[in-house]
């Protein structure tokens, strides 16, 4: 039975990036290009066992990004992408005849689900043995050019370096992305030359080579100029940035998400935005976030990998790996550290930080209070500076507090503790030991008063 396998080049080494890093895991809105390849492919309907990634420098880093099912084969030398292509035979002979194989870029982020299954489906319909996907650009740059006769008839493809000045004048360029009939691409590889300007083995010349051969061979072109685009630059990096941002915003407007500027909003292509949430200027959302309806975020706030329910306000805060209720409002400059829950109605003031916790519906917690390891019940009042001592310098304890307590101002509650429901603790206390229910707990030195003891000590100047 046939199938069918994709093949990512991402072996490039992106000198021009100046990064430690692959080129495919350079970031377009805080994802890796190549998991925006792998999106669409996996939207596709194509499971991770039938991708092959070839890996260059910095391979092991890719590699240890990928799923475990995804195979990766490495190209040590690289001598251009047919060069690339030819590291995976081992993996293409496995596939049983008849099989077809699409070969994408990992630094090439915005081919689409949509385009991906049209051109197949027009690859396998015409019976073709190699489709490449083209685009026609009012600027063509640096792209290949598709060279068609006089009919109209795909004959070949010309990298710019090879092109002459009239064939630059070509405005329909090479995506990169190809569908190819894999009995007949491990015929044709072996064929491939190094006699051009580059002195490498490029994948296109398998188009003259099919046109040779007498197979068909053609062209799909798409209108979506942004399918094309890769980055080999971080100023080309940060135009695939701006454009998917603003693609990305656009989408939130037209869903009912309401944008003041777009200065400084950036929104990852994986968040979900309710109705009628405000957001101000210096938002950043990032990774598998969600966030509900009728929200106010902003100015100046992070929110990574967390749910937010209806109806919050989150003013210069951040929020990572952490789930908030309904109607809580936080800041400005409050922090909710990864593993906490914050129920509904939850008020946290200025520079407050939760960590690791669980924060009960309606608990109010007032400005610069740290909250850590602790479960805590509902209504609870925490008066100012207040500290749960946590760690004890080898190992972290928790903190639990009953409902409807009162921790007063600047009280230090040393874990392992409890404070029982209606529990009181004294403003100033330092709390070792528990707190029964409907108890107030006083720790504090005896204070004394030395009078005149400062006379004389103080100048006034």
Known sequence: ????????????????????????????????????????????????????????????????????????????????????TMQAVPFLEKLAPGSQVLILFGDVPFLSTELILASGKAHRETGAKLTVISAVLEDPSRYGRILRDEKGVLQGIVEYKDASEQQREIREINSGAMWLDVSWMLSALPRLTNCNAQKEYYLTDLVA??????????????????????????????????????????????????????????????????????????????????????????????????????????????????????????????HIRPNSRVEDGVHLGNFTEIKNSTIGSRTSVSHLTYVGDSDVGQGVNFGCGCVTVNYDGQNKHRTVIGDHAFIGCNTNLVAPVKVGDFGYTAAGSTITKDVPENTLAIERGTQYNKEGWSKGKIKIK
């Not at 021009?16 to 994802?31: D, E, G, I």
């Not at 940035?241 to 200065?263: F, P």
Request: glycine share 12%; hydrophobic share 40%; with cysteine.
């Open 209 to 334: 080579l099919a046109v040779a051969d007498g197979v068909t061979a053609i062209a799909y072109p798409t209108t979506d100029r942004d399918a094309v685009l890769g980055a080999n630059s971080r100023l080309e990096l940060m135009e695939l940035n701006r454009m998917a941002a603003r693609s990305i915003l656009e989408r939130h407007l037209d869903n009912g998400v309401e944008v003041l500027s777009d200065a400084g909003v950036l929104i990852g292509p994986e968040v979900e935005i309710g109705a009628e949430t405000v957001i101000y200027p210096g938002t950043i959302l990032k990774g598998k976030t969600v966030i509900g309806s009728g929200c106010v975020l902003g100015p100046n706030t992070v929110i990574a990998n967390s749910v937010v329910g209806d109806g919050c306000v989150i003013n210069a805060s951040q929020i990572e790996d952490s789930v908030l209720g309904k109607g809580v409002s936080m800041g400005p400059f409050a």
């Open 1 to 84: 039975m046939s199938q069918t396998a994709i093949l990512i080049l991402a072996a490039g080494d992106g000198k021009r990036m100046k990064s430690s890093l692959p080129k495919a895991l350079c970031q377009v809105l805080f994802r890796p290009m190549i998991d925006w390849v792998l999106e669409s492919v996996r939207r596709a309907g194509y499971p991770e066992e039938s991708i092959c990634v070839v890996c260059g420098r910095g391979g092991e880093l890719l590699r240890d990004h990928l799923s475990p099912k995804i195979h990766t084969v490495w190209q040590e030398e690289r001598l251009g992408t047919g060069h690339a």
